[in-house]
T-cell receptor, first 112, second 112 residues
Framework: DAGITQSPRHKVTETGTPVTLRCHQT?????MYWYRQDPGHGLRLIHY???????DKGEVSDGYSVSRSKTEDFLLTLESATSSQTSVYFC???????????FGSGTRLTVV | KQEVTQIPAALSVPEGENLVLNCSFT??????LQWFRQDPGKGLTSLLL?????REQTSGRLNASLDKSSGRSTLYIAASQPGDSATYLC???????????FGSGTQLTVLP
């Protein structure tokens, strides 16, 4: 979507390696979110940020960490990737008012 | 914890039919409710956002209603077309971080 980009779009990594996914926005929105989408589970919240350096855990945060050093960037790190973290990861932004969410195009991560 | 249920899980209809997709949620203390569509292998596209003070919202052939007190929202699709084939997701916005909670979606197939 315009205003939000995720990188990389696809990644294959080995079990035990660290992985960082990047979400970049140009909308200057306050809130940023990381979700994962898996068959049978739908979209689940991993972590979110409500400002620079302000982050909190979501429903499925174990094994993940995040950082937000600038308004426009929100990084998701898998400290030591496991096969259970194979998923499609979506970043989303919101300005916290009545505009609603905008989602990125997603990152397909495969852990082998 | 917010829980979202979407009925039916799947729907197959001939072109031209009017459709009703149902969404129910357990926590009525929502800010907004957003409907999305997702095409296979793609990201989420926002269709409609209903503010908690609104009863309905319309965009073209789509109309979404919200009954916050009973925890229900309905998406009406008029004169369905094959291009409407996708998964439709309902997501109420709750909590201090205004996070979205997703249902499992309704997979719609419109046959030519």
């Amino acid at each position: 979507d315009a205003g939000i980009t995720q990188s990389p779009r696809h990644k294959v990594t080995e079990t035990g390696t660290p992985v960082t996914l990047r979400c970049h926005q140009t909308e200057n929105h306050r809130y940023m979110y990381w979700y994962r989408q898996d068959p049978g589970h739908g979209l689940r919240l991993i972590h979110y940020s409500y400002g620079v350096k302000d982050t909190d855990k979501g429903e499925v945060s174990d094994g993940y960490s995040v950082s937000r050093s600038k308004t426009e960037d929100f990084l998701l790190t898998l400290e030591s990737a496991t096969s259970s973290q194979t998923s499609v990861y979506f970043c989303a932004i919101s300005d916290g008012t009545q505009v609603g969410y905008t989602f990125g195009s997603g990152t397909r991560l495969t852990v082998v | 914890k917010q829980e979202v249920t979407q009925i039916p899980a799947a729907l197959s209809v001939p072109e031209g039919e009017n459709l009703v997709l149902n969404c129910s949620f357990t926590d009525s203390a929502i800010y907004n409710l957003q409907w999305f569509r997702q095409d296979p292998g793609k990201g989420l596209t926002s269709l409609l956002l209903i503010q908690s003070s609104q009863r309905e919202q319309t965009s073209g052939r789509l109309n979404a209603s919200l009954d916050k007190s009973s925890g229900r929202s309905t998406l009406y699709i008029a004169a369905s077309q094959p291009g409407d084939s996708a998964t439709y997701l309902c997501a109420p916005e709750t909590g201090s971080a205004r996070q979205l909670t997703f249902g499992s979606g309704t997979q719609l197939t419109v046959l030519p």
